[in-house]
């Protein structure tokens, strides 16, 4: 009886509601390219949270002109009477449902990303194991840029089972950690002291921020674990590199031996 219904609606469907359905969906698709080039021009323009709930919002715009163009498209093609529209929807309900769970279960979180931001573009991020900063959110997805420049595609629904962690949380203040293994027996306030000059006075430190020398005793040594925030997040691979050559500088200017870490664990 369904499938009866379905066929009596599709044999309404002219060649000229099809032309006029073709013109509606190139329209829509014009609108949201017009969106996605113009909306983060004005971004561009603007600074703060302003910037980024304006950056978030066009996913949003581009779902509900995906939703309104189906909602106008569907009467244009089919005689919109109860039961025709009951058998359309109906059986488009029942094949997106099986064809499209895994999608619409990343739209959903979509949804819920744009309302509670756990990211936004310019964020730096670290999800399943994969790390780099959101350089746009799509409906479905999320896309990342990684320090070795590679794009990565995250579906919004990872976010249902899985850990967020976001380095600068919407800001541009993003710590980073370098990592030093020195041999026991030396002056340890004397190096903390060291490596807190060598942070102030890297150039591509944020001195107004926090600085943190940090140390550890481990069986083989000392663990020393620098912590301050670079310029931008963006230098912060370059600010890691720096903050490591001027503090071997240092131990081999007061003569402390550097060990690898993987001997502090033989």
Partial sequence: MEELGLKDAL???????II???AVVVLASLLIMAIQKLVPMLARKLSGKPRLYLLASVPLFRLVI???TIVMVVP????????NMLAIFG???LALGFAFKDYANSLIAGIVTLYEMPYRPGDWIEINGQYGEVRAIGTRAAEIVTLDDTVIVIPHGLLWNN??????DGTDNLMCVAELYLEPNHDVARMRELFRDVIYTCPLTKTYQPVVVAVLGTDMGMKYRLKAYPLTPGDQTRFIAELTARAGEVCAAE???????PLLWQ
């Fill in 11 to 17: 044999s309404t469907i002219s060649s000229g509601a």
């Fill in 20 to 22: 006029e359905a073709v």
């Fill in 66 to 68: 995906i939703v309104l």
């Fill in 76 to 83: 244009i093609l089919v005689e919109p009477s109860f039961e």
């Fill in 91 to 93: 059986a488009l309900a």
């Fill in 163 to 168: 850990l967020l962690a976001n380095g600068n």
């Fill in 255 to 261: 003569e402390v031996k550097m060990i690898s870490r």
